[in-house]
Antibody, heavy 122, light 108 residues
C-alpha cells in the first residue's frame, strides 16, 4: 500500500529556511492532491498547504508569504520550504495524501507519513 | 477563515460506553467535514469523510452525521483502542482547511 516518509533536518536555526521532503512509495504521486500539515508540541493540527500532482498549489494565508510546496513526479516526491523560521515553527511536520480531483471538495487526507520533528533553535 | 469548535475538549468514558463528540463550524460548510483519530506519537488516521462516509477499514462502531454548521462523531461501544484524541477538519472551498482543537478521550 502507499506509504509516505518525511525527511529533512531536525534542527533549524532562527531566520533560516526549513526544507523537508516527502517520498511516496507503493503508489504514484499522480492523480492526487498532497498536503503538508504540522503540529506544534502539545497542540492541534495546522494545515500548511497542498499541491496537485500537476503543480497547482494552495497555501494557508497565515504562512503564504513564507511557504513553497513543490512536486517532483519523476522521483515521486514532494517538498516543503518554509523561510525565515522562528521558534513558533517548531512542530512535527506531516505529509499526507489528499483526494483525487473527483473528490476535491471533500478534501480528506487518507494516508499520512509518520511525521518528522523540526526544532527551531540556535 | 472558518473556525471549528469541538466539544467537549476532553472526555472520560468507560469501555462499552456510547460516546458523542460535537464539532461546530463558524459558517455553513455543507457536508465538507472529516474526522481523524490521533494516538500519542502517531500520525492522524482518517475515520470519516464527507461528514458521514466511513473510511475503508474503520470499524462500524464509528459513525458521523450532520450538515451545515453542526456535526457529530459517535462511537457506539468504546473499545480500549479507541482512547485517543479526535479532530474534525473542514474542507469548504476555498482553502484554508482548518481543524478543530481536538477532543481527548480518556479512560474513566
Amino acid at each position: 500500500q502507499v506509504q509516505l516518509q518525511e525527511s529533512g533536518p531536525g534542527l533549524v536555526k532562527p531566520s533560516e529556511t526549513l526544507s523537508l521532503t516527502c517520498t511516496v512509495s507503493g503508489g504514484s504521486i499522480s492523480s492526487y492532491y498532497w498536503s503538508w500539515v504540522r503540529q506544534p508540541p502539545v497542540k492541534g493540527l495546522e494545515w500548511i498547504g497542498y499541491i496537485y500532482y500537476s503543480g497547482s498549489t494552495s497555501y494557508n494565508p497565515s504562512l503564504k508569504s513564507r511557504v513553497t510546496i513543490s512536486v517532483d513526479t519523476s522521483k515521486n516526491q514532494l517538498s516543503l520550504k518554509l523561510t525565515s523560521v522562528t521558534a513558533a515553527d517548531t512542530a512535527v511536520y506531516y505529509c499526507a495524501r489528499g483526494p483525487t480531483s473527483k473528490s476535491y471538495y471533500y478534501y480528506y487526507m487518507d494516508v499520512w507519513g509518520k511525521g518528522t520533528t523540526v526544532t527551531v533553535s540556535s | 477563515d472558518i473556525q471549528m469548535t469541538q466539544s467537549p475538549s476532553s472526555l472520560s468514558a468507560s469501555v462499552g460506553d456510547r460516546v458523542t463528540i460535537t464539532c461546530r463550524a463558524s459558517q455553513s460548510i455543507k457536508n465538507y467535514l472529516n474526522w481523524y483519530q490521533q494516538k500519542p506519537g502517531k500520525a492522524p488516521k482518517l475515520l470519516i469523510y464527507a461528514a458521514s462516509s466511513l473510511q475503508s477499514g474503520v470499524p462500524l462502531r464509528f459513525s458521523g452525521s450532520g450538515s451545515g454548521t453542526d456535526f457529530t462523531l459517535t462511537i457506539s461501544s468504546l473499545q480500549p483502542e479507541d482512547f485517543a484524541t479526535y479532530y474534525c477538519q473542514q474542507s469548504n472551498s476555498p482553502p484554508p482547511y482548518t481543524f478543530g482543537q481536538g477532543t481527548k478521550l480518556e479512560i474513566k
